[in-house]
């Protein structure tokens, strides 16, 4: 698991790549995507399940935390099941709102 403390004023987005194939007996795999922590609000949701690539942004506001808008985000992927040659990539990027 890995933690982001994120400023008042910005948004996190967190993306996961899942890996794919690369000659791999068995190239179905899942892993799903979590986040935890202060953030008031994510879209589409604080987890994202299933297989696939997936893009998950929290955030905070005034209208949940009062004028102390800082979050921190805790991201955590986690192995279903399947197999891939082709390790997950994890992305984290922090925007201006």
């Not at 209208?63 to 279903?80: F, H, I, K, M, P």
């Amino acid at each position: 698991m890995r933690s982001w403390l994120i400023a008042s004023g910005f948004a996190l987005s967190v993306s996961l790549g899942a890996g794919v194939g690369g000659g791999c007996a068995s190239s179905a795999h899942v892993y799903d995507l979590f986040i935890t922590g202060s953030a008031c609000s994510a879209d589409p949701a604080f987890t994202s399940t299933g297989t696939g690539n997936k893009t998950i942004v929290v955030w905070c506001d005034d209208s949940c935390n009062g004028d102390n808008d800082d979050l921190t985000a805790n991201v955590e992927v986690r192995w279903v099941s399947g197999s891939s040659c082709t390790p997950w990539t994890q992305n984290v990027y922090g925007k201006q709102c």
